[in-house]
């Protein structure tokens, strides 16, 4: 199974700033990865996919960079509604694998 | 409007199984794959399996003895069973809609499940 390492575990920031977010895959996983973003009490919800490509209706500040091993998610000019906990997630392989999550919260 | 919810049983006793529904609207089982994603309280997400809109099944290795998915197209409707429940399959168990490029687009609300006896 390919293994997602999230960094870092808890992220805390003011409004307004940009926050980045890393997922590290135990193997090439060709950009076959996507981004969720889970509030508290909430099912996740698709935020990238394809490593860069933004899904529909998710605000442009959120963006996706990455290939190889190397991944990850950049929140611009963070908003109160930001606060979550966000996945990564690679499809290059099954059994489908999610990262361990980093939790974002407003400082 | 798209929409998956998840229903069955909170409580299961342990080594009994787990039998879950996924009831969809606004798109067709024949045509998007349907995934089922488990995540204990506070923890991450597990893939535990999928069915595809031909009606085949792929499972987690970890999971594979224990789980069954299947459907019923006429109803709109995905079932998980998976036996021998322990305290370790104690969590939210989500189904989720799988679109291209094997993503997951639309969620249910989660079903919370708890084993005791």
């Known amino acids: 199974d390919i293994r997602m390492t999230q960094s870092p575990a808890s992220l805390s920031a003011s409004l307004g700033e940009t926050v980045n977010i890393e997922c590290l895959a135990s193997e090439d996983i060709y950009s076959d990865l996507a981004w969720y973003q889970q509030k508290p009490g909430k099912s996740p919800q698709l935020l990238i996919y394809?490593?860069?490509s933004l899904q529909n209706g998710v605000p442009s500040r959120f963006s996706g960079s990455g290939s190889g091993t190397q991944y990850s998610l950049k929140i611009n000019s963070l908003q109160s509604e930001d606060v979550a906990t966000y996945f990564c997630q690679q499809y290059n392989n099954y059994p489908l694998t999610f990262g361990s999550g980093t939790k974002l919260e407003i400082k | 409007q798209v929409q998956l919810k998840e229903s069955g049983p909170g409580l299961v006793q342990p080594s009994q199984t787990l039998s879950l529904t996924c009831t969809v609207s606004g798109f067709s089982l024949t045509s998007y794959n349907v995934h089922w994603v488990r995540q204990p309280t506070g923890k991450g997400l597990e893939w535990m399996g999928v069915i595809w809109t031909g009606g085949s099944t792929d499972y987690n290795s970890a999971l594979k003895s224990r789980l069954s998915i299947s459907r019923d197209t006429s109803k709109s409707q995905v079932f998980l069973k998976m036996n021998s429940l322990q305290t370790e399959d104690i969590a939210t168990y989500y189904c989720a809609r799988g679109v291209p490029p094997d993503v997951m687009d639309a969620w249910g609300q989660g079903a919370s499940v708890t084993v005791s006896s």
């Open positions: 394809n490593a860069n």
